[in-house]
């Protein structure tokens, strides 16, 4: 059965500073997606990693996908409050017909001003 | 931008009624799911459909649950006799391949 870790779970940073999440999987895949979901909403797709070495970048977050590792990173950059929210990351098994989202935890990340 | 949308938003049910959750995917999309998130916990995955029946479901997904897409556009989630337990944040999704799924906005579903 896969399993999918983020850590840390709760991440509580200033404005300005930097740090990074961590996804650990357990079984192999090539694809990896990253959502970000605002208390009481919906999930909202920041990223999709399609393959090893992937690497996407939007505004302050950049992602990453080592499959080898089987290891996925959230990077924040000089963080803002406008970031808090829950961040998951979701391996995908593949399916013949459709696909199945394994979901970590999520990470809570709350950005002090 | 095309959207999957839910209704309701908000539904409150008294334990053992029935209640379906009604799903509209994107247009063109072939592939349809069900995922569920207690409040508090991560998203799990409770049921594909593909080709009008089921393609794969969790152990969730017990004989209390089923899905149907009763026209060309709607797709629905039926809790036969709903728990306590069943409460929670439904979101359905959809993708027109085999992956990239998009997400609804979900429906808190409340069993009291």
């Known amino acids: 059965e896969l399993k999918v870790e983020q850590n840390p779970l709760f991440l509580s940073m200033q404005e300005g500073k930097n740090y990074t999440i961590y996804c650990n999987y357990s079984?192999?895949?090539?694809?990896l997606y990253w959502y970000r979901q605002d208390p009481g909403k919906s999930l909202e797709s920041l990223f999709v990693?399609?393959?090893?070495?992937a690497v996407k970048q939007e505004g302050r977050l950049m992602a990453s996908l080592d499959t080898k590792a089987r290891l996925s990173t959230l990077h924040i950059t000089a963080a803002v409050h406008d970031l808090s929210a829950t961040y998951f990351c979701a391996v995908d098994m593949e399916r013949e017909y459709g696909n199945k989202l394994v979901f970590g935890a999520g990470t809570i990340l709350r950005v002090k001003s | 931008e095309p959207e999957v949308t839910q209704t309701p938003s908000h539904q409150v049910t008294q334990m053992g009624q029935e209640v379906i959750l009604r799903c509209v995917p994107i247009?063109?999309?072939?592939?349809f799911y069900w995922y569920r998130q207690i409040l508090g916990q991560k998203v799990e995955f409770l049921v594909s459909?593909?080709?009008?029946?089921?393609?794969?479901k969790s152990e969730i997904f017990d004989d209390q649950f089923s899905v149907e897409r009763p026209d060309g556009s709607n797709f629905t989630l039926k809790i036969r006799s709903t728990k306590l337990e069943d409460s929670a944040m439904y979101f359905c999704a959809s993708s027109e391949q085999v992956w990239v799924a998009f997400f609804g906005q979900g429906t808190r579903l409340t069993v009291v």
């Open positions: 459909f593909y080709n009008n029946e089921i393609s794969e």
């Open positions: 990693l399609l393959s090893n070495g």
């Open positions: 247009s063109n999309h072939l592939y």
């Open positions: 079984t192999t895949s090539d694809r």
